[in-house]
């Protein structure tokens, strides 16, 4: 039976040490074989992925973004720093790559949940940050689980925001259909599950987005494709197979 549950108790984290103490008290419900979610702003705050909007200093381009979209230039500085590439902008949003390589809204910067006046950034490696996490769990309490670090991000062409999964260790990010049959025997052809996108937007049904402090998440009962070093980064569609731009 598939149970989703969040590990309660953890303090707000705001150093590495504070991070895996929180990963100890998840080892206290673990069990093989789960999949932990892990929402990746305590680990941003853990490793000072934060800005202080106070101490930036905007640069000409921010400055004349900042104008065009009504925003604080100082945020728009901290979302060029943390992006590849602006994608689009207009409507007061800015789309950009950011440095994990998803294309969202402020390249996933973020002021909730980072303390007032700052904001927080996304991890650039989210994948070695799974695999470094499930390897500790492994190391210390000799566990074997899967691990996924989520973000928020809203959608091009619907309301709302939702979870996905931006990195992840022992477990294939996306499972495919392909060559299975469907309920009137037509061979699917082109149908890939965003595996990891679903176990994150389900755990976040449990995680809440506001003062829950939660940031820990525990999946179990699901059937999933263990594998040591896959990547989240196969859910982002490259460059030149984007449908809007």
């Not at 901290?78 to 790559?97: A, F, W």
């Not at 009137?184 to 937007?201: N, P, Q, W």
């Amino acid at each position: 039976m598939l149970s989703i549950f969040p590990v309660t108790g953890i303090a707000i984290i705001n150093s590495k040490h504070e991070f895996f103490a929180g990963i100890d008290t998840c080892a206290q419900h673990l069990q093989d074989d789960d999949i932990l979610v892990v929402a990746h702003t305590p680990w941003s705050r853990a490793m000072d992925l934060v800005y202080t909007l106070s101490e930036v200093t905007p640069s000409h381009e921010a400055k004349k973004l900042a104008d065009e979209l009504e925003k604080d230039a100082r945020h728009i500085e901290v979302i060029l720093r943390e992006s590849n590439e602006i994608v689009k902008y207009g409507n007061r949003v800015l789309i950009t790559e950011n440095k994990a390589g998803i294309v969202c809204a402020n390249a996933g910067i973020d002021q909730s949940n980072a303390g007032i006046g700052k904001a927080v950034a996304v991890p650039h490696d989210p994948d070695a940050v799974a695999r470094e996490i499930r390897q500790y769990i492994l190391d210390k309490f000799d566990i074997t689980v899967a691990v996924i670090m989520s973000d928020t991000v809203g959608r091009a062409l619907r309301n709302g925001a939702v979870n996905i999964g931006i990195g992840v260790a022992g477990i294939k990010a996306m499972r495919s259909e392909i060559g299975r049959q469907d309920l009137f025997g037509y061979t699917l052809r082109v149908s890939e599950v965003a595996l990891a996108d679903e176990i994150a937007s389900a755990a976040e049904l449990a995680q809440g987005q506001a003062d829950e402090g939660t940031p820990f998440v525990i999946v179990r009962g699901l059937s999933y494709e263990r594998i040591e070093n896959d990547s989240a980064r196969k859910l982002n569609r490259p460059r030149e197979r984007r449908l809007f731009q």
